[in-house]
């Protein structure tokens, strides 16, 4: 984990890359760096040349985290399940956070290259900080249109992602989204990326399977789940 240029990564198969570049971190603890994998998903290189970075992403890395948590029995309590269903399979959970930049997009959207390219997030939900007044973020909805989300005040976007579809077997959708950045200026977006533990199985939630409903997705781990996605999208 560490920095992503300018089109290194492709979201959606159909683009020819995504305009944005940032720094993607998994996390380890801020009072002592750690050379060990941090549940499989890599190790952090950090900029030798901004000491305050590594401090300030990780703060905030940890600190989003705990909301995560508290999201969980929501989540559980919306299933009909116990507050405490998922706190097994996400008591060593493994966060992603990318810290994205985008550069403004002129015209249209017709060369293959936007923000990022239509794409679903691969982890339980993603909690998504935009900057304010930029808009760039769309959504689409079931009748497949493009709905803008725009940033506001004091709030977070909250993203479905594949790992909760799996485990419901998709009765939770992960939301397809991408972002194009029509601003004029620079755009910064933060999101983090609240995955499982890299060794819980996406098997389906007791109830999720029935005969209208059968199983719709192979059962894997987490952590083999986002491994591949990874590799999907970044070549790596
Ligand atoms: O920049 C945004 O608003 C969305 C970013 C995003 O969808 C992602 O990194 O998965
Ligand atoms: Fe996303």
Redesign the pocket.
């Known amino acids: 984990m560490g920095y992503s240029a300018l089109l290194s990564g492709n979201n959606d198969p159909n683009n020819k890359g995504d305009l944005q570049e940032g720094f993607e971190m998994v996390g380890e603890p801020l009072d002592k760096a750690t050379d060990a994998e941090i549940g499989g998903a890599g190790r952090n290189t950090w900029p030798e040349e901004l000491p305050a970075f590594r401090e300030a992403a990780l703060r905030y890395y940890h600190a989003v985290y705990q909301v995560g948590k508290r999201m969980l029995p929501l989540f559980a309590l919306a299933l009909n399940l116990e507050a405490n269903f998922f706190e097994e399979k996400t008591n060593k959970a493994t966060a992603m956070l990318?810290t994205?930049s985008?550069p403004p997009q002129n015209g249209h959207a017709s060369d293959g290259v936007i923000?990022?390219g239509a794409?679903t997030?691969w982890e339980c939900f993603?909690i998504?900080w935009?900057e304010p007044s930029k808009l760039?973020?769309q959504v689409l909805n079931s009748q497949k249109e493009w709905i803008d989300a725009p940033p506001i005040p004091g709030t977070f976007v909250v993203n479905l992602g594949d790992q909760f579809a799996r485990w419901t077997n998709g009765i939770f959708k992960s939301t397809v989204?991408r972002?194009i950045n029509r601003s004029g200026q620079q755009r910064y977006?933060v999101?983090l990326f609240f995955g499982a533990n890299w060794d819980a199985r996406l098997d389906p939630i007791p109830g999720c399977v029935s005969p209208e409903r059968p199983l719709r997705y192979e059962v894997i781990t987490a952590g083999e789940y986002v491994k591949a996605k990874l590799a999907e999208t970044y070549g790596h």
């Open positions: 990318r994205l985008y923000g990022i794409h997030d993603t998504l935009q760039a973020l989204h972002a977006s999101p």
